[in-house]
């Protein structure tokens, strides 16, 4: 959808540069309405899942999930600078995370050492991505 339609264009034209995108004769509020309004139903549709999974509602189960979703999309090839992203990339972000979260989990090791592992990784990945943007402008 990001790379074949015209709205997955406009949307990585205005994730890159908001400025360009205004250039370029984007609609930009109504674009980013479109946007949050899709982000919107599918938060919803996930905290719907969950619910459904876990049979139960409860406010706080979803706390510290950001930290792994940011973690998978940078680990997947996504730029945390916007403008490069994958869908693919993020996928097998998310394996790698689901993986490295049960290992720890199998492990026995605490929640909190969990989230420092995650945020090490994270670290991790954006110093690498970073590394690759420098390595690829020199060139």
């Given at each position: ?31 980013r ?75 026995a ?31």
């Amino acid at each position: 959808m990001l790379a074949y339609t015209r709205f997955g264009r406009h949307t990585l034209a205005l994730g890159d540069s908001e400025g360009a995108a205004r250039a370029a004769g984007i609609r930009i509020e109504h674009h980013r309405r479109i946007i949050y309004t899709l982000s919107g139903a599918l938060a919803g549709l996930a905290g719907l899942l969950f619910t459904a999974r876990v049979n139960a509602g409860d406010p706080t189960a979803g706390i510290n999930y950001e930290l792994t979703a940011i973690t998978a999309a940078i680990i997947g090839g996504t730029n945390l600078f916007g403008g490069r992203a994958s869908i693919l990339g993020t996928m097998i972000g998310a394996l790698i995370m689901g993986v490295l979260q049960n290992g720890l989990t199998l492990l026995a090791v605490q929640s909190y050492y969990q989230q420092m592992a995650i945020g090490a990784v994270l670290i991790l990945a954006v110093f690498i991505d970073q590394y690759q943007v420098r390595k690829e402008s020199r060139v």
